[in-house]
DNA sequence: CAGTGGTCTAGACCACCCT
DNA sequence: GGGTGGTCTAGACCACTGG
């Protein structure tokens, strides 16, 4: 079956030929493309080898199944991207970004952080507040709020170097299930702007994330405000799902 | 094979088996999972479905296979998210934002447009720039650059209603392959402060996007400046890699 | 060498869609 | 009914890893 340039399985052959057929534009989003046993016949292999090929149009969103009917070329979505995003933020090229501690506190959470949190206004949380420093100057600041679980002690040095998930998941046991995200602009408040050493109103980007255990309970609230001139997120979108 | 509650095919099982296993705990990261033909035996199935499973298990990422070795539980990754991005943004539940269509022209680039497009810089390109409105206000200004090609004229209808890759899309037949986004803080300038009807250097959040062709080339470039007290970014992450 | 995963086959039976 | 995809088998041979 394997004719000349070998080392390329035949199912990977056929998933390239019709993903070419699609990009090129010669199938278009609608089109059906031949049935499986077109296919098998076409490229004389097993009907399993060819639905092996299809497996990898399917989840690359190529193509779509319809029981009973055929396989279908999908239309391209562009409406999700996928963030990179890592809290050091300016250093994911360079390397170098620190954090500083400024410290850690026991305090009673706030209507605004008892709703994220989902815990009753007035539960002691533990509150963590570093500065993120670039290069050389200081870009963000950083308060994480944990619920308070008895006999699990913060330590500092533990905090001094972990990212927020990190920090989490030494904090809990319980598995981390899902992080949301929330990102907005505001400008700094005086007392941000004397950190980052800047002017207040400076304006910022404002990184908020929840870290939730499978059951729904939230297992920590992060808001990072970056300095708006020295930090950007970026994103990827490719038009078919996951393009690995 | 299949027992009492049927329906559920046996591949399924094995997957949601194994990934139960490994999010409470049972199976830890690094851990080797019982071989495919173990599993098999376990299972009383054929390898092929026991390898059915295992491809479920190793897209959602929670497991790698090491050729000549085994399946191995992976490590969950925390790095990337998922954006939820439309143009419309605030209107992404009611619905109910619009464009407001402030004018095409045919510009030269200027030295960011140029290099960002890949052009050379005084080139001719589109510039088409909008007013997104929510509710009731507007939330914010947009501008895109499309660059010239000859006997695609833009017409003014088929933009008002239009998204970017919608826009790319009609205007240049060849297929869009990625779309790169940068997201950033700054403040409004005079005139989009005059646009959204608030004050200059109000917080804003810039949302820019290239679109490009598969060969590299940039296809077009958007720039949307929200207003920071009208508009947020959501994001999610999964720890491991997707969850469907 | 024995054990692992990687590819592939040539069937089978079922569920779905359409006419 | 005939065509489509969905599941599954019981083998086969190959490539890689380790002792």
Redesign the pocket.
Known sequence: ??DERDM??????LFQDIKEQIESGRLKPGD?????????KM????????????ALLIDAGLIE???????FVAKPRLDRATLFFNETGVADEAGTSVFKLLGVRRVEADVLIAKKLKLPEGTRVFMIKRLIIGEKFPVAVDVKYLPYIKGKPIVENEIEYADFPAMVARHTDVMIHRIDMSISATSLTPEEAELLKTEPRHPALCIMQIIYAKDGRPLGLSRIVYRGDMYELKAVTYPYATER
Chains 1, 2 share one sequence.
């Open positions: 079956m394997n390329v399985p035949v199912f990977y052959q059906m493309i031949p049935s499986e046993s077109q296919l098998g490229y004389g292999i097993s009907r399993m080898t060819v639905r092996r090929g299809l199944t319809v029981h009973g009917k055929g396989n």
